[in-house]
């Protein structure tokens, strides 16, 4: 049954009139300077950790695979903070909370949802590719093309932003009760979800189909491709060619285990589990720090993209000198 109050939408209050207030973190008065430039600084060392890789990439001429997906994965985040993080800052500075336009909070969600499923896809072909490099090493030109790598990174797009405007579609064509306040600093789905005037579980179903694709299913598959390098690299017999083998993955595997801990912890349960200022702190390590370790843990772990790094500060510093 709907609850009181709710607004049935009409023509008129799903246009430009209808907004959202973003409470952001309104209670905390007393912290905004410091929240506001440590936030700052975080989103300008991520966006210059994933400028660089992604500069260091393009300049490469010859680009293995791994740093293509590399390449993709940057850009990706690049945008990722870029749709969240300038909205929350600017939370901050407003003292009652920033208002958010009806398309605007559906924009945001449909980008924030599609760029969070890309790299899920993404985690996926990355898996594979460490899959077909040792299981199949003398096959892995021919399979690893680059066409063919193209091809992987355009599904993984598609793949993403379809799926999230199915689940855009879905939550926003709920009738929303007149208080709307959404107690997040950006338009998540559980904080805009628990707005609905709906007290069955019917909303949910859209969400549950999207973790399903976008979750589980690639886990799913990322699970499958290091079953399969686990046997290969048992049939190793020397200890430092199967410690060779593994080091090449444990970048991947510190980048999906941060990305699937989080979006599982936030989007896997039941709605009667919401809990907004739980959910707001994990949203801030989800938005804000783990796009800062990415660039850190493919520079510190992969020695391709150091190695890439090197060249392009070698060239730059070769350029200042002449």
Do not use: W
């Not at 207030?21 to 300008?44: K, N």
């Not at 193209?150 to 064509?173: M, N, P, Q």
């Not at 009738?175 to 950006?186: A, D, G, K, L, M």
């Amino acid at each position: 049954m709907p609850c009181e109050g709710c607004m049935e939408r009409d023509n008129k209050s799903t246009g430009a009139t209808m907004e959202f207030l973003l409470l952001g973190f309104s209670e905390l008065l007393c912290l905004r300077v410091l929240l506001f430039l440590i936030f700052l600084i975080i989103h300008l060392v991520t966006l210059a950790g994933n400028v660089m890789i992604f500069m260091a990439v393009v300049m490469e001429p010859s680009r293995p695979p791994m740093l293509f997906f590399l390449c993709q994965l940057s850009v990706i985040e690049l945008c990722y903070t870029l749709v969240i993080v300038p909205k929350a800052l600017f939370s901050l500075i407003v003292v009652d909370g920033s208002t958010i336009s009806f398309i605007g909070c559906a924009a945001q969600m449909h980008l924030f949802v599609a760029l969070g499923g890309a790299e899920c896809f993404l985690l996926v072909a990355m898996s594979y590719d460490r899959y077909v490099a040792i299981c199949q090493p003398l096959h892995y030109i021919a399979v690893m093309s680059e066409e063919f790598c193209l091809r992987l990174a355009v599904a993984c797009c598609l793949g993403g932003f379809a799926v999230a405007l199915g689940l855009t579609v879905a939550v926003f064509r709920l009738p929303f009760c007149q208080s709307r306040h959404i107690n997040h600093f950006f338009c998540d789905v559980p904080a805009v979800l628990h707005l609905a005037c709906t007290q069955s579980y019917t909303p949910e179903l859209p969400l549950l189909a999207a973790c399903v694709l976008l979750l589980l299913l690639p886990f799913l598959l990322i699970l499958t491709s290091y079953v399969c390098i686990a046997a290969a690299l048992l049939h190793v017999t020397s200890s430092v060619g199967r410690c060779k083998a593994f080091s090449t993955c444990i970048s991947h595997l510190a980048i999906t285990s941060l990305h699937y801990g989080c979006a599982t912890f936030m989007y896997i349960r039941p709605k009667t589990s919401y809990s907004p200022d739980r959910d707001k702190m994990v949203s801030l390590v989800y938005t804000n720090i783990t796009p800062l370790l990415y660039p850190l843990i493919y520079s510190l772990r992969n020695k391709e993209i150091r190695g890439v790094l090197r060249k392009m500060l070698r060239r730059k510093k070769t350029a200042q000198l002449n």
